[in-house]
């Protein structure tokens, strides 16, 4: 019984010095000083504050005209899209599973939306107008999802 807890107190005890150390130990102190080109320095501030300003994707609408299981059936609505309103509005295709959904344009407003929807059902009866995430128009390094 004695030897176990005469262990047990050498433990203790070695793990307390070995505490006290590592407080006492003297803290490397270093800084990092970056030589930067004045250009270069103004694009990355300007990078900065364009990234924290405008968010990459806003809540705006676009216009479903159709959807398919399939990607090929999708490509062809997708293609048929595009041929009428690749000029005007443009087309997408996304997939949403199980699903490939068509799109035609981004609309930042709902009035923008619903002028284009009245061009787009002419082709597509049963298209719709749709409030989703879109790329803002403001942040010109954005994705077309």
Not at 46 to 65: H, W
């Amino acid at each position: 019984m004695k030897i176990h807890f005469f262990a047990s107190l050498w433990s203790k005890s070695l793990w307390l010095c070995l505490f006290l150390l590592a407080g006492l130990a003297p803290q490397a102190l270093a800084q990092v000083v970056y030589d930067v080109e004045t250009p270069v320095e103004s694009l990355e501030k300007n990078r900065i504050e364009k990234s924290k300003s405008a968010d990459k994707k806003i809540m705006g609408y676009r216009i479903f005209v159709g959807f398919s299981a399939k990607r090929a059936d999708a490509t062809e609505i997708l293609n048929k899209a595009e041929e009428k309103f690749s000029e005007t509005h443009g087309a997408i295709l996304i997939y949403d599973e199980p699903n490939f959904k068509v799109y035609v344009g981004t609309f930042a407003t709902a009035a923008e939306a619903d002028a284009a929807l009245a061009d787009v059902k002419k082709e597509f009866p049963n298209a719709r107008k749709l409030r989703m995430q879109i790329p803002n128009p403001a942040y010109k390094d954005s994705p077309s999802n």
